[in-house]
């Protein structure tokens, strides 16, 4: 599954699942741009992620990782 720009996004983070959306992906789904509406391990309503496959990454700002999924 590739995330594309405005796609909706449950974001999993240090035991928290908050909502999002995709604010800007690349054209091959890797780098993403994450937008919600939490404080997520020093990230404030933002958070640059580098997707390691379909559904984990880390940021690219602390190495944070996440579990970043299509929201239903």
């Known amino acids: 599954m590739i995330l594309k ?3 909706k996004v449950t974001i999993e983070c240090d035991g928290r ?3 999002g ?3 800007f992906a690349s054209p091959n ?3 993403l741009m994450l937008q919600f ?3 997520l391990h020093g990230h404030a309503g933002r ?3 580098t997707m390691r496959n379909a559904t984990e990454g880390f940021s690219i ?3 944070t ?4 999924r299509k929201a239903s």
């Not at 990782?65 to 970043?68: A, L």
């Open 61 to 63: 700002i602390d190495g």
């Open 17 to 19: 699942t908050v909502t």
């Open 37 to 39: 509406e939490a404080l």
């Open 47 to 49: 958070m640059p992620v």
């Open 29 to 31: 789904g890797l780098s």
């Open 21 to 23: 959306e995709v604010l």
């Open 5 to 7: 720009k405005d796609d």
């Open 65 to 68: 990782e996440v579990v970043v």
